[in-house]
C-alpha cells in the first residue's frame, strides 16, 4: 500500500522531489552548519520534529539511517553537506488485540485524545491483566487513525495512572505528538493536578515533598523513598478541607511523574490515602482517628471498606504538540470518592 512520503530539507539548501515507496514515511536532508559537529542521533532528532531521539537511534540500530549511501553510526560527527535518509519501515501490530471497550472521550483530534480513566482499568497490558486495558481499547476506538509509534502501531500512552486511581490521562496517535507531549513531560510544562484524601491533615496546610523515589528493596510491587539511587520526585501539595484531625481532602500538582508518586510522598508525611492497600493507612488508626472526632460506625465502616487508594487526576494542561494551542481539561471526583467525602460531612 502506498503512503505519504515527507521529506526534511535544508532550508537554504534545494527541496528534493518527493516520490511515493511502500513504506511508511521517507526523510532526506542535508545538513547545514546549525546541525555539524554533534551526534549523529542527537542532529538527527533535532532536524526531524516528528521522531523522538530514542526513535531515532532504534532506527539507526535497524540500519534504517543511512549517510551519504552508507550505515549510519549514532556516535558519528556529522559534517556540512553529508546527505542523511532515513527510511521508517511499516510500523508492526502490537500484541494487545482491540477490545469495544467504553471510554469516557474528553477530547480527541487527530493527533490525539484526552481520557478520563475510570477505576479499575489498567494502563498496560501486562502479566495477569492481558486484555482489558487502556490501550486494548484504545487500540479498538482508534482503528485506521492510530499511526506507529516508536514503529509500533499502538497508542502512545504518555504517563500512567494506577489501575485503581481515576481521572485525566493524554494519549498520543503519533510519533510528532509523542515526542511534543513526551518533551512537555520531561520539562515540566505538562501541568496535572491530583486531589486526594489522607488520613489526619498536614501541619503544615501547604508544602512540597522534594524526596527521590525508587524501587522497594523488598517489596516487588511498592516504590519507596530513596535517598542514594532513586530518581528525582517532587509533589506540591496543599490542604482543601479538613474533617476535622480525621482526614483530609488534599490537591497535590506533580512536578515529576514517578511511579506510585503521590501515594509514596503522602505516605512519607505520614498521611497515606484513604483506600491504599500498600502505602497505608492501618486500618485501627484510621478507626482511631474517625472515632476521636465522633463518626458513627458506618462511616468508619465506609473509609475502612473503600476498595481503592482515593486519588483522582482531577486536570491536566499543556500546549497542544502540533497546533501549539494552549489546551487544559478538567474532570469531576467519580461518584464513589464523591460519596465519601459526603459521608464526613457532619
Request: hydrophobic share 40%.
Amino acid at each position: 500500500m502506498e503512503v505519504k512520503v515527507k521529506v526534511l530539507y535544508n532550508r537554504d539548501a534545494f527541496l528534493y522531489k518527493a516520490y511515493k515507496v511502500n513504506l511508511s514515511e521517507t526523510y532526506r536532508f542535508i545538513i547545514d552548519q546549525a546541525h555539524a559537529g554533534g551526534r549523529a542521533d542527537k542532529a538527527v532528532s533535532a532536524l526531524c520534529e516528528d521522531l523522538s531521539r530514542a526513535r531515532v537511534q532504534g532506527l539507526i540500530e535497524q540500519g534504517a539511517v543511512t549517510i551519504n549511501g552508507a550505515a549510519l553510526k549514532a556516535s558519528r560527527r556529522l559534517e556540512v553537506g553529508d546527505v542523511v535518509e532515513i527510511e521508517i519501515p511499516p510500523a508492526v501490530p502490537c500484541e494487545p488485540e482491540a477490545e469495544d471497550i467504553p471510554l469516557d472521550i474528553v477530547f480527541e483530534d487527530e493527533h490525539m485524545l484526552v481520557i478520563n480513566k475510570a477505576a479499575g482499568m489498567v494502563v498496560h497490558p501486562g502479566a495477569g491483566n492481558w486484555s482489558g486495558t487502556l490501550v486494548n481499547a484504545l487500540l479498538h476506538h482508534c482503528g485506521e487513525d492510530l499511526s506507529g509509534i516508536g514503529g509500533v502501531v499502538r497508542p502512545g500512552i504518555v504517563h500512567r495512572l494506577d489501575k485503581d486511581t481515576t481521572g485525566l490521562m493524554v494519549v498520543a496517535k503519533n510519533d510528532k505528538a509523542h515526542k511534543g507531549l513526551s518533551e512537555q513531560l520531561s520539562d515540566r510544562s505538562l501541568s496535572r493536578i491530583y486531589k486526594a484524601l489522607v488520613l489526619k491533615v498536614p501541619t503544615l496546610l501547604k508544602g512540597k515533598v522534594n524526596k527521590p523515589i525508587g524501587r522497594h528493596q523488598s517489596h516487588r510491587l511498592k516504590m519507596a523513598i530513596d535517598e542514594k539511587n532513586g530518581r528525582e520526585a517532587m509533589t506540591h501539595y496543599k490542604v482543601e478541607k479538613a474533617y476535622g484531625e480525621a482526614c483530609a481532602l488534599v490537591e497535590c500538582k506533580l512536578e515529576t511523574g514517578r511511579t506510585h508518586q503521590i501515594r509514596v510522598h503522602m505516605g512519607f508525611l505520614k498521611h497515606p490515602l484513604i483506600g491504599d492497600v500498600l502505602y497505608g493507612p492501618q486500618p485501627t488508626a484510621l478507626q482511631a482517628a474517625l472515632k476521636k472526632e465522633g463518626y458513627e460506625q458506618n462511616v468508619v465502616e465506609n473509609l475502612l471498606s473503600f476498595p481503592r487508594q482515593a486519588l483522582h487526576a482531577a486536570s491536566i494542561s499543556f500546549i497542544h504538540p502540533v497546533s501549539g494551542v494552549e489546551m487544559g481539561f478538567e474532570a469531576p471526583i467519580p461518584d464513589d470518592f464523591i460519596n465519601l467525602l459526603k459521608s464526613l460531612e457532619k
